[in-house]
């Protein structure tokens, strides 16, 4: 891909990674970057993203919606001006995953959408190395002391990179249905990981 799907904006983290290139996590923004996601989110690959059959226009919405919030924040994650990833951060408190366990001071929930293979197709070792950079970019630049993830209990992949990355894993929950005006999201049935910042960096 070109950099023009990595608009000029300012990153709120940047981090060089061995023989891969540098990771910029910036700001998502709604309309410029509907197009790339909506790309994402509509392969069949991404079906546990929840947004399978949403048109370019609905998913720039959802993301105008999350924008207008405090809790909630979408990044686009680019390496060397490439979107790799989808980032999404927020408050377990204010989130129905906080209705499933108990949230401790210093928590942050986080969601990972991985881009397709890119112009270099596969790369061994790509994932751990991205995921590295944004726990680090959540622990230690967001100065937080856990994460959690609640991948779909069946999404097997996802769950599984999260435990290689040295996640531990919870229970598994039923996230409520949310059905309101600007948002609706089934019920799902998750299983939680978490993550502290000892564990991330020990050693």
């Known amino acids: 891909m070109s950099d023009t799907h990595a608009p000029a904006r300012e990153a709120v983290h940047e981090q060089p990674v061995a023989g891969l290139g540098t990771l910029r996590v910036l700001p998502l923004d709604a309309q410029a970057d509907a197009g790339v996601v909506h790309g994402w989110v509509s392969e069949e690959r991404a079906s546990f993203w929840g947004m399978n059959g949403l048109t370019r226009d609905q998913v720039a919405e959802t993301y105008a919606h ?5 809790t909630h924040h979408a990044f686009l994650v680019v390496c060397d001006a490439e979107p790799v ?41 790509w994932s751990a190395a991205l995921l590295g950079a944004l726990v680090s ?8 002391h856990r994460v959690v993830v609640d991948p779909d209990v069946r999404n097997e992949k996802a769950v599984a990179r999260f435990l290689r990355q040295g996640f531990t ?12 005006p600007d948002v609706y999201l089934p019920e799902k049935h998750a ?7 000892e564990v991330a960096f020990r050693g």
């Open 66 to 70: 999350m924008d207008r919030l405090d």
């Open 191 to 197: 299983q939680l990981a978490f993550l502290t910042r």
């Open 137 to 144: 970019y959540v622990l230690l630049g967001l100065d937080r």
């Open 169 to 180: 894993a919870g229970p598994v929950v039923v996230l409520p249905e949310i059905d309101l």
């Open 85 to 125: 990833a989808l980032l999404q951060t927020y408050e377990p408190a204010a989130d129905r995953v906080g209705e499933c366990y108990r949230v401790e001071p210093g928590d942050i929930g986080v969601h990972v959408l991985l881009a397709p293979a890119g112009t270099h197709g596969a790369r061994p070792g």
